[in-house]
C-alpha cells in the first residue's frame, strides 16, 4: 500500500486547511486509516482515525471540536479538515494504514505510512 499525503502550507492561526491522504495498492476500504503528526523535537502523535466503513472515528482530545476525519471509499482518499488552527498544530501530519484494526491511537498499529505534510500555523 502507497500512500499519499497533500495539502499542507502555511496558514494564520483561526484559519483552516484540509489534508488529503489519497492511497494506492491494496483494499483501501477494508482498511482502518489514521492521521498522526510529529512537531520538531517530538514523538508521533496521535491526531484522529476512522474505520474502514466510516462510521467510527476517533479524535485526540487536543483536536476533539475543531478537526474532523472522513474518508471516501470509491477515491480512496482519507481527508481530515482542520478548522481554528492554532500555532501548536504546526507539525508534520501523516496517514497511516491499519490493515486489521477499526482506527488505534498507537502508532504501532499501523501497518503503512506516507510521507507527510508539513502545517504551518502562524500567530
Known amino acids: 500500500v502507497q500512500l499519499q499525503a497533500s495539502g499542507g502550507g502555511l496558514v494564520q492561526a483561526g484559519g483552516s486547511l484540509r489534508l488529503s491522504c489519497a492511497a494506492s495498492?491494496?483494499?483501501?476500504?477494508?482498511?482502518?486509516m489514521g492521521w498522526f503528526r510529529q512537531a520538531p523535537g517530538k514523538e508521533h502523535e496521535f491526531v484522529a482515525a476512522?474505520?474502514?466503513?466510516?462510521?467510527?472515528?476517533y479524535y485526540d482530545n487536543s483536536v476533539k471540536g475543531r478537526f474532523t476525519i472522513s474518508r471516501d471509499n470509491a477515491k480512496n482518499t482519507m481527508y481530515l479538515q482542520m478548522n481554528s488552527l492554532k500555532p501548536e498544530d504546526t507539525a508534520v501530519y501523516f496517514c497511516?494504514?491499519?490493515?486489521?484494526?477499526?482506527?488505534?491511537?498507537?502508532?504501532?498499529?499501523?501497518?503503512?505510512w506516507g510521507k507527510g505534510t508539513l502545517v504551518t500555523v502562524s500567530s
Open positions: 497511516a494504514v491499519d490493515r486489521t484494526g477499526y482506527g488505534s491511537r498507537l502508532p504501532g498499529a499501523y501497518d503503512y
Open positions: 495498492g491494496g483494499t483501501f476500504s477494508s482498511y482502518a
Open positions: 476512522i474505520s474502514w466503513s466510516g462510521d467510527s472515528t
